[in-house]
C-alpha cells in the first residue's frame, strides 16, 4: 500500500531530525523509500537546513517533500501537507498519515497501520505516550492529571467506537485512506484542535475510527509548544495548578 506521512514544523530545529530518522527506520520488508511531506510554517529556526540535510542522510529509507505552510498554526499547515500528499498518491490512492515535529514513530508504526487497513480500517488514531525522560522531570501530580482526563475521553469516545483501545486521535498519529479523506473533503481548515475538528467530520459522515494501540509515538513532554490548545498547553496549565496546590 502506498502510503504519505506530513509533518508540520514551526521552529523544530531540536526535534525535527529525531523524526524523521524514527520515520526512516520503519520494519516494512523490501518498501521503497516512504514519501514524508514536511510543511515549514513560518520557520525562523534552522529547521529548513536540518530537514536538507537529513534527508540527504536518509535518502535510502525516505522521500522528503518540503512545502511552506500558510503560517496560520498547525492546523492549517497541517491541511496544506495532507492536501499535497494527497496529490502525490494520485489515483490510484493509499495512506495518508500525519505525526508532529517533536514525535517519534513506534518502530512498528507503519507496519501496524497496514495491518489494520488490511482488516477493514479507514480511520486510525494511535497511542501518544510521553517521552519517558521529559515525562519524569514533571512534577508527578501533572502527569497524574492527563491519565485521570483520559478516563473521561474513553468514556466519551466509546460512545462512538465501542471497540476503542485509547481515546486519541491526535495530529501526532492519525491517519485515514485516501478514500475518507476524499470523502470528508480533507481536513477541517481550523487553526486549532485541528485533528478534533477532522474526528467530528469523520463521525458526521459515518467513517468509523480505529483507536488502536498497537499503533504507538512518542511525543515530547514539553511546556512550550507550538500548536495552540495542544498537548504542551494542557501539560503546562497542569503544571501552573501543580505549583499553586504544591503538587
Known amino acids: ?61 525516505l522521500r522528503v517533500h518540503t512545502v511552506a505552510g500558510p503560517g496560520r498554526g498547525s492546523g492549517p499547515a497541517r491541511g496544506v501537507g495532507m492536501a499535497f500528499a494527497r496529490t502525490l498518491l494520485g489515483a490510484s490512492g493509499g495512506l495518508l498519515l500525519s505525526t508532529d515535529a517533536d514525535t517519534r514513530v513506534a518502530p512498528d508504526w507503519l507496519a501496524a497501520h497496514h495491518a489494520a487497513v488490511l482488516a477493514g480500517a479507514r480511520a486510525i488514531g494511535g497511542r501518544i505516550l510521553l517521552d519517558p525522560l521529559e515525562a519524569a522531570a514533571l512534577d508527578p501530580s501533572v502527569v497524574a492529571a492527563r491519565e485521570a482526563a483520559a478516563v473521561g475521553r474513553l468514556e466519551r ?62 511525543t515530547s513532554a514539553r511546556l512550550d509548544g507550538r500548536a495552540r490548545r495542544g498537548l504542551a498547553d494542557a501539560l503546562a496549565e497542569w503544571s501552573v495548578q501543580a505549583a499553586l496546590t504544591g503538587g
Open 1 to 61: 500500500m502506498s502510503a504519505c506521512v506530513v509533518v508540520p514544523a514551526r521552529d523544530e530545529e531540536d526535534r525535527i531530525a529525531g523524526c524523521l530518522q524514527a520515520l526512516a527506520a520503519q520494519d516494512v520488508t523490501g518498501a521503497a523509500p516512504l514519501d514524508v511531506v514536511v510543511v515549514f510554517d513560518g520557520c525562523t529556526d534552522a529547521t529548513a537546513a536540518v530537514v536538507a540535510a537529513t534527508a540527504r542522510r536518509l535518502q535510502d529509507s
Open 157 to 218: 469516545v466509546r460512545r462512538f467506537a465501542p471497540d476503542a483501545e485509547h481515546h486519541q486521535f491526535s495530529g501526532a498519529s492519525l491517519a485515514l485512506t485516501t478514500d475518507a479523506y476524499d470523502r470528508v473533503g480533507g481536513l477541517p481548515d481550523v487553526t486549532t484542535l485541528e485533528d478534533e475538528a477532522l474526528e467530528a467530520r469523520l463521525r458526521d459522515a459515518g467513517i468509523p475510527i480505529s483507536y488502536l494501540a498497537a499503533v504507538r509515538v512518542t
